[in-house]
């Protein structure tokens, strides 16, 4: 399938990013925003909805679920303080937005979704868009070297310095994130343990079986309530296995629930 990404989705995605830049809870100069602009989020609805993709709000993906408010998304993956090549777990694939921001921010991404149709739906769409991705990051450097090498003002050394500098953060990953038709509760043991976890439905608690997937020193960040509304948290393990956890206001999310769905 071509994906189609043009001039006008790229303005569209520009005004969203200096949208969600004045969210004061993000700082202006996280690595998130980068990574929205190179995933293009109107390949993730049905293209009668494409202006919509780029107004800061959820919306339905099938299977009764929906693709988590852009703010949401940018704000759960700042939490995370990702690391490149962290290996993170996501429960709740759904549309694969939140999975390509992920692997466009260099981590190693394993996900679950319990809908078998979202499952189906995503998994070869977020296939084509790693390969997309993956090119674009390349013209970008490809660009910023021509630059840097233009650029008669800087010695030989520092353009080599900027050089390598560009291409550690924006040389593409090999890894392909993982997807899977499972139980999120469950996690991926046998992939475990993960630098991160991030789940993507309200919990009703904190599931034990994800804390112990968990490295030592790792990140989970979950929304939690058992009602409509759930308080967003970043637990942290601590080395000696003890849990710190910290409350980031309120949020509404589909539910996290057992089993899979066919
Ligand atoms: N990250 C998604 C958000 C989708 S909404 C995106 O960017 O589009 C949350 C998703 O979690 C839904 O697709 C829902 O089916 C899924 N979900 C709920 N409970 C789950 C469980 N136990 N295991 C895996 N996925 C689950």
Redesign the pocket.
Known sequence: MPLIDTFKHHGLRRHLINDLRRDPRIPESSPVFEAFYQVPRHL?LDKAFELQAYSNIAFQ?G??????HPIT?AFQTYLLDLEKGDKVL??????????C?LFALGAEVY?????KE?YLK?KPLIHDLVVYIRENKKKVFLEKKTEILENKALTRDQQRALVDSAESTLRPRNHVPKLSY?????GQPMHAPFDKI????G?PGIPQTLIDQLKPGGIMIIPVGEGKEQIMKRIIKQENGTLSIEEYGTFK?????????K
């Not at 299977?63 to 988590?68: D, N, V």
């Not at 996501?90 to 999975?99: H, P, V, Y």
């Open positions: 993730f993906i299977a009764g679920q929906t693709i988590s998304v996501e429960i709740g694939t759904g549309s694969g937005f939140q999975t921001i996900s679950i979704e319990r809908q979202l995503s499972g139980d999120g509760y469950l991030i789940v993507t439905c919990a999310f589909v539910p996290m629930l057992e089993n899979t769905a």
